[in-house]
């Protein structure tokens, strides 16, 4: 079993309009939670961290959210542009701390 | 450098040849990672070099793939006799310490025919 879970695997919405994308982990212990972005042929870059102790915190038109009872992140993107079309995958660190754990993303796509 | 590197960019070999990977990671990051992305698949660790550590092998599939960092900082990922899964794109990143922001490089896409 995955250990990151994320949905929907994709997602297409229009121009201007907000969307939130859902991951759930298994990890444990916790201690962070990360959202990177990844362009098509690019690799990841990171949106945002989140420690245990953070409930949400924002980066420009993205909001990512944790819950650390439930093991549940969201990542609003609000006001959709075209630009925002990419894989968002979500990044727990594995028990030991040496590695991350991936989610398979979520592909978003943006229409105008 | 301003970011990671990865060379080649592209890189097509037959079944049965080796190949290697190459990552430059930014200058003065004491970790690099190496993870392989196969297609609709999330990414999957392969290797761990922190410092002058012995490396963390874990996620290496098969003892065909190896891997060194020279210097504590080039790192060279070699995959003997190539195999058609082994096709996928391979990326490389770095932080300053465990635990810290990884950035990635572009990737090494490698397909085996």
């Known amino acids: 079993k995955n250990q990151v879970e994320q949905s929907p695997q994709s997602l297409i919405i229009l121009e201007g309009k907000n969307c939130t994308l859902q991951?759930?982990?298994?990890?444990?212990?916790?201690?962070?939670l990360r959202w990177y972005k990844q362009d098509t042929g690019r690799g990841p870059v990171s949106l945002t961290i989140?420690?245990?102790?953070?409930n949400t915190k924002s980066n420009g038109r993205y909001t990512a959210t944790l819950d650390a009872d439930t093991k549940q992140s969201s990542l609003h993107i609000t006001a959709s542009q075209l630009s925002d079309s990419a894989s968002y995958i979500c990044v727990v660190p594995n028990q030991a701390g040496t590695a991350l754990i991936f989610g398979k993303g979520t592909t978003l796509s943006v229409s105008s | 450098g301003a970011g990671v590197s990865q060379s080649p960019s592209n890189k097509v070999t037959e079944k049965g040849k080796d190949v290697e990977l190459r990552c430059d990671p930014i200058?003065?990051?004491?970790?690099l990672y190496w993870y392989r992305q196969s297609l609709g698949q999330g990414l999957e660790f392969l290797i761990y070099f922190q410092g002058n550590s012995a490396p963390d092998k874990s996620g290496l599939p098969s003892d065909r793939f190896s891997a060194e960092r020279t210097g504590g900082s080039v790192s060279t990922l070699t995959i003997q006799r190539t195999q058609q899964e082994d096709s996928a794109v391979y990326l490389c990143?770095?932080?300053?310490?465990?635990?810290?922001?990884?950035?990635f490089g572009p990737g090494t896409r490698l397909l085996v025919l």
């Open positions: 200058s003065g990051h004491t970790a």
């Open positions: 989140m420690t245990f102790s953070e």
């Open positions: 991951c759930n982990y298994t990890v444990s212990p916790f201690s962070n």
């Open positions: 990143a770095s932080s300053l310490y465990a635990g810290e922001t990884q950035y």
